[in-house]
């Protein structure tokens, strides 16, 4: 897979992984920090069969999200449900503008579920917190497929969304490549080389990249996930 978009500036810290081996939860040497190991409120992120995907989440709560033409969403038209999302971040200390890609894993692709692959930038993960922006796009090719950025403010089911597009063009399927951005304010999504989405927002000024997946999938967990990831970080 080719290097991800460059970005001008001082190459600081790269990775890359093609999610070799099985692990409960991802570390490949202690590179990753998970969600429940290290945060607690949230869920792991696993490996196995080739690709990295989410630990099934407590499914207490669903995800009720009038946005997302889900139900009807909550009485003030906002959101509820657990919102503990699968999420791993690189451990250590990396370049503030990032550029990362990864590739999609998604068979069984179904729209009773919200079966999302994200990419984590300027992400901190400690416990009962994890902060930093996400960018995600939908395993879907239906009318209800999306893609969108969202900032992750620090407690379990605090997030606000940032930039949303709908519609089949912006889902992905299975071998589809994600890339997502962060250059000073600004994230940017892109599906297979084309830029589908940006945003502006200054809240969070470094932080680690990574992954992640939405919570309340059943057992879909392992049908969607990345089968490659790859990053470089830059001051």
Not at 161 to 173: D, N
Request: negative net charge.
């Amino acid at each position: 897979m080719p290097n991800t978009r460059p970005i001008e500036g001082k190459l600081v810290r790269s990775y890359s992984t093609t999610f070799d081996g099985d692990e409960t939860p991802l570390s490949e040497g202690g590179m990753w920090l998970n969600a429940k190991t290290d945060g607690i409120d949230w869920c792991d992120v696993f490996v196995g069969d080739g690709h990295a995907y989410g630990e099934k989440s407590r499914m207490a709560s669903a995800e009720v999200r009038a946005e997302q033409a889900h139900a009807e969403g909550d009485a003030a038209g906002g959101v509820s449900g657990d919102y503990d999302d699968p999420t791993a971040v690189l451990a250590g200390s990396w370049g503030r503008n990032q550029a990362a890609r990864a590739t999609v894993y998604s068979v069984n692709p179904t729209d009773d579920y919200f079966q999302e692959v994200e990419i984590r930038l300027r992400s901190t993960i400690a416990p009962h917190v994890c902060t930093g922006y996400e960018v995600f796009w939908r395993c879907s090719g239906s009318d209800a497929a999306y893609a969108e950025i969202v900032r992750w403010n620090g407690k379990i089911a605090d997030w606000t969304s940032l930039a949303r597009i709908q519609g089949p063009e912006f889902g992905v399927k299975h071998g589809d490549v994600c890339e997502a951005t962060i250059v000073g304010t600004h994230i940017t999504s892109y599906k297979n080389g084309v830029e589908i989405l940006s945003v502006d927002d200054d809240r969070f000024g470094d932080g680690a990249p990574g992954i992640g997946f939405n919570f309340f999938v059943g057992d879909t967990n392992v049908d969607h996930g990345w089968s490659s990831f790859e990053v470089d970080t830059y001051d």
